[in-house]
């Protein structure tokens, strides 16, 4: 971990030299994600409420996506740019250090630009919990609190699982672009406006469901029973993360044994 | 210390056609071929030594050198370095090994030099000690105490070279791979770069491993040739020896009045002539330069001559004729 940190800040130092560029990129992060927000508002203005969720409650399961999505593009961004390290061979460098290839991958990218989505998705979150009659136990902002590290590591698993495919293919590469922003644009409302089919996908297979929409359920007391198995879906959701490092390193040994 | 037995790998490479139907013909029903990079290769090498890596482009240099640095897996053979197998316990093998790739920079582009030394103290996990007296050593044989606070976008490349290979020694590494080190330099920075390389393997006993196009770099630094062609060592030997065998061989140049003379002496063979200039070769273990310039002097009207051996450069030339690759 003190090693991560040593990377973060040589990497920041690098961001603070191109001023303009950041600041350019950041007031652009902010923007584009939050007009899609303004289109869910305009939305909630024609019907009073989508599939029993009212716009506050969207609002909130919107907040949590895109924080999740942000801190994990802030962090995770070498592995969404991973196959520039393949052509220009940075990956045969990494396999040089007596360092472990996923911490590495970590260090060779830090997008902090993404502040300025994670400062609109803050920002809808106030809103929205102002707005909602919330009885915040400790459970539920721990609950809270899970469902965020938990996008994080869903979807820094989609950008592994998509930087596994350059080890394969240089091009092409946007089909995980699908799972990755397409999830996030899914999971910003909740699952259950959608049918069985995408429910279970998001559910089970890439489980942004467990994000929000799951939780949520407890949180914004939509459930009755089984409260506990509705807190701990979060927890559940993070063990995604197994299999796309299980994949990750079946990737690095194709490459070893191929080349490029 | 460095054992290699056997070594082959091939690589499977997509089969491309000019034109545009072959382009869609191949990408409905891909066509590979393959091609074998290196082809059971053997050699030792002992701790200390400096081996002049050499062959022509695409004669399987950077394989070989990526084999032995672990980032690729051949299909068969053994390699055993300082105990470890390269590509099997790869952390604990490369903490030995310092490599650098003359077209590859390891430092980090927007940042001061040192910020990158102190990022690799870190990932080696170099004590505080030997950080401070490896970073002496290089600092003033390498002589970049100026670079050391400059982003290295600003460096020049000969800068940044040295910069690169100081970065590949601060773990103390056994084991020192260069990847055309040379490449691109101005002479000044050459002459430095191959008077550092030289110091370290003296003073820190380095093995190094050097592939290289520049064959002055292989004169001032290997003392042994391995070469490679067409994935297959052709030649392993003393660098010396090479030269000797092949220093039976003088160039004599000769500056003449005109003259229409054709020459027809044995051992010597005729490089070029024009009315005013000959350049011959010279066997010298079938006739002696005396006589040659003798027989010479009967036959011309002589302005100048000179007597020079074959530069290294030409001897490699003339065995990748040899060997035809």
Not at chain 1, 154 to 167: D, H, V, W
Not at chain 2, 214 to 241: F, H, T, V
């Amino acid at each position: 971990m003190k090693i991560y940190f040593k990377y973060l800040k040589i990497l920041i130092k690098k961001e603070l030299q191109y001023r303009t560029s950041f600041i350019l990129l950041a007031v652009g992060q902010f923007f584009v994600p939050f007009i899609i927000f303004v289109g869910i508002y305009l939305l909630f203005l024609r019907f009073p409420n989508v599939g029993g969720w009212s716009l506050y409650e969207v609002a909130l399961t919107y907040a949590i996506i895109h924080i999740a999505f942000s801190i994990s593009e802030c962090f995770g961004r070498g592995f969404d740019v991973f196959s520039t390290n393949i052509k220009s061979g940075t990956f045969d460098r990494i396999l040089l250090r007596p360092r472990s290839t996923i911490l590495q991958v970590f260090g060779t990218r830090f997008e902090f630009s993404r502040i300025g989505r994670l400062l609109q998705a803050i920002i809808v979150l106030i809103y929205a919990i102002y707005h909602l009659n919330i009885d915040w136990s400790i459970m539920k902002t721990i609950t809270l609190m899970f469902m965020i590290i938990s996008g994080i590591i869903i979807f820094i698993g989609i950008f592994m699982i998509g930087a596994t495919f350059a080890f394969w293919t240089i091009e092409g590469l946007e089909v995980i672009n699908i799972f990755s922003d397409g999830g996030r644009a899914m999971a910003q409302y909740p699952l259950t406006i959608y049918n069985k089919f995408i429910r279970k996908f998001f559910t089970f297979v890439i489980p942004l469901g467990t994000v929000n929409y799951l939780p949520l359920m407890f949180v914004l007391d939509k459930v009755n029973e089984n409260k506990f198995i509705y807190m701990l879906t979060p927890l559940l959701g993070i063990l995604f993360i197994i299999p796309c490092i299980t994949i990750w390193n079946h990737g690095v040994k194709h490459y070893k044994s191929t080349g490029s | 210390m460095i054992e290699v037995s056997g070594l082959s790998k091939s690589f499977k490479v997509a089969k491309r056609n000019p034109g545009i139907i072959s382009a869609l013909k191949s990408f409905v029903h891909p066509q590979f071929t393959t091609i074998q990079a290196i082809d059971d290769l053997t050699f030792n090498i002992k701790q200390g030594e400096i081996i002049g890596y050499i062959g022509p482009n695409g004669a399987g240099k950077s394989t070989t050198i990526k084999i032995m640095s672990g980032i690729l897996v051949p299909d068969k053979g053994n390699c055993k370095i300082l105990g470890y197998t390269p590509w099997k316990d790869r952390v604990n093998y490369v903490k030995n090994i310092g490599v650098v790739f003359g077209q590859r920079s390891q430092l980090f582009w927007d940042v001061p030099v040192m910020d990158s030394y102190n990022l690799l103290k870190d990932i080696y996990k170099i004590p505080e000690k030997m950080f401070e007296e490896n970073l002496d050593l290089l600092v003033s044989t390498l002589d970049i105490s100026q670079l050391l606070d400059t982003p290295v976008r600003q460096l020049s490349l000969g800068q940044k070279m040295r910069c690169e290979i100081g970065a590949s020694l601060l773990h103390n590494p056994k084991i020192l791979f260069l990847d055309e080190p040379t490449i691109g330099l101005d002479a000044v920075s050459k002459i430095a770069v191959r008077q550092f390389i030289k110091t370290i393997n003296k003073e820190k006993q380095v093995t190094v491993i050097l592939t290289t196009h520049d064959m002055q770099d292989i004169e001032a630094l290997a003392s042994r040739i391995i070469l490679i062609g067409k994935g297959k060592i052709l030649l392993d030997g003393n660098l010396a020896k090479l030269k000797n065998q092949f220093n039976s061989q003088k160039v004599i140049t000769i500056d003449y009045s005109e003259s229409n003379e054709v020459i027809n002496i044995p051992g010597v063979k005729l490089i070029s002539q024009s009315k005013e200039r000959l350049m011959l070769s010279v066997d010298t273990s079938i006739i002696k330069i005396s006589d040659c310039i003798n027989l010479l002097s009967k036959k011309y009207d002589l302005l100048d001559l000179s007597v020079d051996s074959r530069p290294i450069e030409e001897i490699i030339v003339s065995l990748y004729r040899e060997y035809q690759i």
